[in-house]
C-alpha cells in the first residue's frame, strides 16, 4: 500500500518568509510525528498527534513552528517567518499506535527546507 | 527520562568486513529498541527492533543487534559489508512514559564500505 507521503520534497523561501509542509499519513495510522533533521544533527522531535486528542507540542522551538492536523488525517507544519537556522529536513511519521511504545514508525522521504 | 548514544558518527569498513554499530541507551522502564537505516534523500525504514523475548533480533538484509540489558547495550552488527548497506544508521528507544509511544533517537551514524 502506499506509504507516508510529504510536499514539498524540497522548498527554498526567503527569511522571514511563511512556509507550510504537507504529510498525508498511512491510511488507518492514528498517530503522526514531525521531526527536524538538521545537518550532522539526529533526529529533534517536534509535535504528535493521536486521533482527535490534543496533540503534544512540545517539542516545538519556538512560537512560530505550529502544526494542525484535520479529520485525523493529513497534517501541516507551517513555520512562520522563517530564520536561516530553520533549514534543515523535516520529517514526518506515522504509527498504528494500538501496540504502543513497541510499534514501528513509517517515514516520510521528508521536505528539505532551504532558508535564504 | 530516556536518552541514546551512539559512539562513532562516521564508520569506514572494508566490503566484506565485520560492520558493528554501536549503540547505548539509558531509559527508567524496561524498553523497547529500534534501529532505523536511511539511504540518501530517503526518510527512514525501520531495520529491527526489540520488544520482549529473544534478545538476539535479526532484522532485513542481514543485520542483527542484541539486547543486553547489564550494559545497557543494542549494538547492530553484520557479519559481511556491502557495497549497498552505506548509509546513516539510527538508533532509537521508545516507551509510553509520556501516555504516547515516545521515541528518542541517537545523533545517527554514516557507514561508509569501502570497495
Known amino acids: 500500500g502506499a506509504g507516508v507521503s510529504q510536499s514539498p520534497s524540497n522548498k527554498v523561501t526567503e527569511k522571514g518568509k511563511d512556509v507550510e509542509l504537507r504529510c498525508d499519513p498511512i491510511s488507518g495510522h492514528t498517530a503522526l510525528y514531525w521531526y527536524r533533521q538538521s545537518l550532522g544533527q539526529g533526529l529533534e522531535f517536534l509535535i504528535y498527534f493521536q486521533g482527535n486528542s490534543a496533540p503534544d507540542k512540545s517539542g516545538l522551538p519556538s512560537d512560530r513552528f505550529s502544526a494542525e492536523r484535520t479529520g485525523g488525517s493529513v497534517s501541516t507544519l507551517t513555520i512562520q517567518r522563517t530564520q536561516q537556522e530553520d533549514s534543515a529536513v523535516y520529517l514526518c511519521?506515522?504509527?498504528?499506535?494500538?501496540?504502543?511504545?513497541?510499534?514501528?514508525?513509517?517515514f516520510g522521504p521528508g521536505t528539505r527546507l532551504l532558508v535564504l | 527520562a530516556q536518552s541514546v548514544t551512539q559512539l562513532g558518527s562516521h564508520v569506514s569498513v572494508s566490503e566484506g568486513a565485520l560492520v558493528l554499530l554501536r549503540c547505548n541507551y539509558s531509559?527508567?522502564?524496561?524498553?523497547?529498541l529500534f534501529w532505523y537505516v536511511q539511504y540518501p534523500n530517503q526518510g527512514l525504514q525501520l531495520l529491527l527492533k526489540y520488544t520482549t523475548g529473544a534478545t538476539l533480533v535479526k532484522g532485513i538484509n542481514g543485520f542483527e543487534a542484541e539486547f543486553k540489558k547489564s550494559e545497557t547495550s543494542f549494538h547492530l552488527t553484520k557479519p559481511s559489508a556491502h557495497m549497498s548497506d552505506a548509509a546513516e544508521y539510527f538508533c532509537a528507544v521508545s516507551d509510553n512514559s509520556g501516555g504516547y509511544q515516545k521515541v528518542t533517537f541517537g545523533t545517527g551514524t554514516k557507514l561508509q564500505v569501502i570497495p
Open positions: 531509559s527508567s522502564v524496561p524498553p523497547y
Open positions: 511519521a506515522s504509527s498504528p499506535e494500538w501496540r504502543g511504545a513497541r510499534e514501528t514508525q513509517y
